[in-house]
């Protein structure tokens, strides 16, 4: 019999499951076995699987209006770019259709932003190690993931890639007079669910400060209350950026994302500087704005941090009851992880075998990111599976 993957191209290796349904924080396969998913397409389906809100607001719109395309006003658009800027830094959006694309239009704007002051030498963006931002050239570039970039033609200039951690480096880099923009992940996902020290977020906003560099947010994996603020650098007073990409949570798993400026580094994307098709269509911004209203909200974010604490508990007994596997419990709020000592795969296998979806990520990290809306009794599942599962991994 021949596979049924065989005409897609193989740039990923899942698993034999095919799930087809999708209830809160669980999936279910063909046959109606039940997972419970702790990696929500990763940090994705922020409100969880086959909300009734998201699936009220989708059938309404589907039923209405599809796409005009941007020739158009899209009264949807420019309602949630109202609410995105009356509970954030910004004053402009772009919506987009994915993460790379606000990444694109970040590292658009920002040298944008210089040229139109005069300073078009400005178009380098410094980014550290460990970074993921997306997979276009623009993005791999930035990211200076050596094995995303393999293969792909000569780097592009305009990206300057530093040691996560090099204070010395990074000083050195913002000095430099073809300085644009430095653009980072206040917690890092792909690269190991690694926080940035608050300290490092508020010396960053001050570093570009004195250099005039345009301080860049990669939010698209840790934002939309996925660490228990609406987004990561909320945390931290005095660590507000110029530009900052959402995605993923803010679709709540209909593909869209944002890029998020201030005024200044906005207002020069004039017509003919952008655009999308896509971006921002009726169907994206009608699940849209119902998740910002969901998501947008104290008591809702405050639940996010109640639960987050529950889990960082459990990971924490994980860690105390197996130190022979477990280093340590990482990343922040519902966007974590336990680092281990040896490669994880195969514990997320093992974990998959007990009905538990977890991911990994990079530097041996076993990856969570829940749903939001998950509860006690849903964190008490999962560590106790994970809990299984770490007795009986033997690692490679
Ligand atoms: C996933 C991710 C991206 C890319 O988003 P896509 O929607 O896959 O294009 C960019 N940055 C970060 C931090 C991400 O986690």
């Known amino acids: 019999m021949s596979d049924p993957r065989q005409h897609i191209m193989p740039v990923y290796r899942p698993p034999e499951e095919v799930f087809v349904e999708g209830q809160g924080p669980y999936l279910f396969t063909e046959d109606g076995t039940r997972y419970l998913d702790f990696i929500a397409g990763i940090a994705v389906n922020a409100l969880g699987h086959a909300h009734p809100a998201m699936v009220d607001a989708l059938r309404d719109q589907a039923g209405k209006l599809w796409h005009t395309s941007n020739m158009f006003r899209v009264r949807g658009a420019e309602e949630l770019a109202d609410k995105i800027c009356r509970d954030t830094f910004a004053d402009r959006v772009f919506f987009t259709n994915s993460g790379t694309e606000a990444i694109e239009c970040a590292i658009k704007s920002a040298r944008k932003y210089h040229w139109a002051n005069g300073r078009e030498e400005r178009i ?96 698209v994996q840790c934002g939309m209350g996925r660490t228990g603020k609406l987004f990561a650098h909320d945390w931290v007073e005095g660590a507000e950026p110029d530009i900052l990409c959402a995605a993923k949570g803010i679709g709540g798993g209909f593909p869209f994302g944002a890029c998020l400026t201030t005024e200044a580094c906005g207002e020069h994307m004039q017509p003919g500087s952008h655009g999308s098709t896509y971006g921002g269509n009726p169907l994206a911004m009608a699940v849209g704005n119902v998740i910002w209203d969901m998501i947008a909200n104290d008591d809702f974010l405050a639940e996010v941090r109640r639960v987050s604490g529950t889990l960082a508990q459990g990971l924490k007994s994980l860690a105390d ?76």
Not at 163 to 190: F, M, N, S, Y
Not at 336 to 343: E, F, I, R, Y
Not at 352 to 366: F, I, M
Request: glycine content about 12%; aromatic content about 4%; overall charge negative.
């Open 124 to 219: 380098d963006i410094i980014t550290f190690t460990g970074a993921f931002h997306g997979r276009s050239l623009g993005a791999i570039n930035a990211g200076g993931n050596p094995k995303y970039l393999e293969g792909f033609g000569p780097a592009l200039p305009g990206f300057v890639h530093l040691e996560w951690g090099d204070h010395e480096a990074l000083k050195e880099a913002a000095a430099r007079p073809t300085a644009a923009a430095v653009l980072v992940e206040p917690v890092q996902g792909e690269g190991g669910v690694r926080a940035m020290p608050d300290q490092c977020l508020i010396g960053l906003r001050k570093l570009c400060d004195e250099h005039g560099l345009v301080l860049i947010f990669d939010e």
């Open 321 to 396: 009851s197996h130190p022979d596997k477990v280093e340590g419990v990482t990343g922040k709020g519902l966007l974590t992880g336990l680092k281990m000592k040896a490669d994880p795969k195969s514990l997320q296998g093992l974990c998959r075998d007990k009905n538990l979806l977890v991911g990994v990520a990079g530097a041996n990290v076993l990856r969570l990111a829940p749903p939001l809306i998950i509860s006690d009794e849903h964190v008490r599942e999962a560590t106790g599976i994970m809990d299984a599962a770490l007795t009986e991994w033997e690692p490679a």
